[in-house]
């Protein structure tokens, strides 16, 4: 399904099906997912769509940039640093590309959104929650439904911590797409309370490619690499 | 008869004010054109309130420039200006205490930001989203879509409720059920729809529980806490979901009722003894 094409792309599976037909001189993007109907009329122009998957903030509708992903608690040694693999929640989007310009089609996902609050309400982030095991390994999944983050965590402070969450900006995330979806991260801990998250821009493993990201494509402006600072913990 | 040349204060001619007066307009043109501008180059890649910030900020910059270009047509010394300006602007102000005070709170405003544009609020007695805050007053819409200008002194003084300038907010519901339903499904089916929806956020979790045993049926209390842009929709839309579920349940709604006893009835069924006893009493 990810990668570039023209409006001859079609999709079809149990859960969604897409479709780009001619219609009275344009073209009529469909999209059909559970009870969900998107219809879109699209002009001629280029006929160059790009399918990839994009930051998982955007559905049912966007109210934040944050992620959080919870994990099976992994207690870290003073001064030293673990890698583990964590999951994220995939969204889908469609572009429409003309001369290297981008804009958003559409996105959708197969996996079910839920949020969460990370921090007090009156000066916590909302985030989109997900739920996931941690493995030594690239954990093998559904690419449709699921990404892998590589999370590299470094423990810089003096005592034990053990580490159950993860907060990243989605304004700068790094999403890379092959036979998997993936990012790389990275947690350097400073306390049981504070901790910097960042996403790097490289991929995962060969072959990858970089996706096309709603934020880019909004021409957002957003300076690249800010890490973010997760400031009310690291566990639960 | 006035001239061109008639001179209307020290060195200044009427020719100059004319002169001034094309420069602040064109000056104000200018500075609107570059607001179009910078707006329509960067309302997709920017918040629109500190678009709004930023267009503000630079025309005023333009104008404050444009302004500084212009005096020299009137050949006039800017350091005693200044001074004449601040002895006039003393003057204004005293005159104009309500204006000076609206521009101070104006000020303050800006500096504490107890609201935002787009931000849901109550000032004293207006409710609405917050249009615009100029330096001497604040645009609200109101839910009728009513335009309303307070001014910044008001608002300043007013207690101001925002109900979104924190990421999230708590709401309630109460949902009576009748004594011979199951308390504890209904907690179930409450807490699977809770769970089934996005914006019902996994923490702070949400609890649903027995509050109260009414007069006509079981009451449960259920605290839901949602992003703050997205509460009123998830309210609106889960109470009706809650209603539906429980209908598929076959869990009633009960309305208020009330046992009555007829006094006749009850003769009939008590043995003669009781029955007079009781119509004694």
Known sequence: MFGESDYSFTYDSEEVSIRIDPSDGFYQYVRKSGTEAITKVISGGSRKIVVNPVEPVNLPREVTRFLEIHFTPVAIEPDSGETVYVTFPVEIGIFLESKGDFDVLDIFTLSRPKYSLYGPPEEGVITRYHKSAVSGTIPKLDRLKEGVIALSITNASRNWVEVSRVVFDCSSFFLYYGDIVSVVARMNILSRDIADVRSEDRPLGEGMVPSILVNKARKTLIPDKIPFTMEFGVGD | ?281
Not at chain 2, 101 to 124: A, H, Q
Not at chain 2, 157 to 185: C, H, K, M
Request: proline fraction near 4%; hydrophobic fraction near 45%; aromatic fraction near 8%.
């Open chain 2, 1 to 281: 008869m006035v001239g061109l040349d008639t001179v209307v204060y020290g060195d200044v001619t009427v020719l100059d004010l004319i002169v001034f007066a094309i420069s602040v307009v064109i000056i104000v043109i200018v500075a609107r054109i570059i607001a179009i501008y910078l707006k329509r180059a960067l309302s997709d890649r920017m918040e629109r309130e500190e678009l709004d910030k930023l267009v503000k900020v630079v025309q005023v910059i333009i104008v404050l420039i444009g302004v500084w270009f212009a005096l020299p047509s009137f050949d006039i010394d800017v350091g005693q200006l200044l001074v004449v300006g601040g002895t006039v602007g003393l003057i204004v102000a005293f005159a104009s205490q309500k204006i000076v005070s609206n521009l101070g709170s104006g000020i303050f405003l800006l500096i504490e930001r107890p609201v935002k544009i787009g931000d849901t609020i109550r000032i004293g007695e207006t409710s609405g989203t917050v249009n615009q805050i100029h330096i001497l007053s604040t645009i609200v819409k109101t839910y009728e879509g009513i335009y309303v200008r307070i001014p910044n002194e008001e608002v300043f003084t007013s207690e101001i409720t925002n109900y979104v300038a924190n990421p999230a907010r708590r709401f309630e519901y109460l949902v009576s059920i009748g004594y011979g339903d199951d308390t504890g499904r209904a907690v179930q089916v409450i807490r699977k729809l809770l769970e089934d929806h996005p914006f019902v956020l996994r923490n702070p979790a949400p609890s649903v529980f027995v509050s109260e045993l009414g007069d006509s049926g079981v009451e449960l209390t259920v605290y839901i806490w949602a992003p703050s842009r997205v509460w009123w929709s998830v309210r609106t839309e889960l109470l009706q979901k809650i209603k539906e579920a429980l209908d598929r349940e076959g869990i009633e709604i009960p309305f208020p009722q009330r046992v009555v006893t007829m006094a006749e009835a009850r003769r009939r069924t008590e043995p003669a003894g009781e029955s007079d006893r009781h119509a004694g009493q």
